[in-house]
């Protein structure tokens, strides 16, 4: 089992930045990976970004340049830098985690922080 805690999410103005943590604890292995989801009610979760413990990342093409996604394997750790955020990147953001670093199979979830970008 792998319990996933966030923090970070709040209110910001466009062009503003926010940063989001997860830290993992329990059973971890490697490889693995984490990373963010983000959704909108009403709209389809959308993966955000994911690195693996193997050192690659992925963005969905609307953060990246904006976005920036770190992995800290000795700590159980990934942060999401997100920069110049835009109106449209308001949603709730959930942290997870797979054991698998290949396809996207998340095993485990945070239990998500909302992220608001209003002015």
């Known amino acids: 089992q792998v319990r996933l805690v966030e923090s970070g999410g709040g209110l910001v103005q466009p062009g503003g930045s926010l940063r989001l943590s997860c830290a993992a604890s329990g059973v971890i292995r490697r490889p693995n990976m984490m990373g963010w989801y983000r959704q909108v009610p009403g709209k389809q979760r959308e993966l955000v970004a994911f690195?693996?413990?193997?050192?690659?990342?992925n963005y969905v093409d609307s953060v990246k340049g904006r976005f920036t996604i770190s992995k800290d394997n000795a700590k159980d750790t990934v942060d999401l830098q997100m920069n110049s955020l835009k109106l449209e990147d308001t949603a709730v953001y959930s942290c997870?985690?797979?054991?698998?670093?290949?396809?996207?199979?998340?095993?485990?979830w945070g239990q998500g922080t909302q992220v608001t970008v209003a002015s």
């Open positions: 997870f985690f797979s054991r698998s670093i290949f396809g996207l199979t998340p095993n485990y």
């Open positions: 690195e693996t413990s193997t050192g690659r990342t």
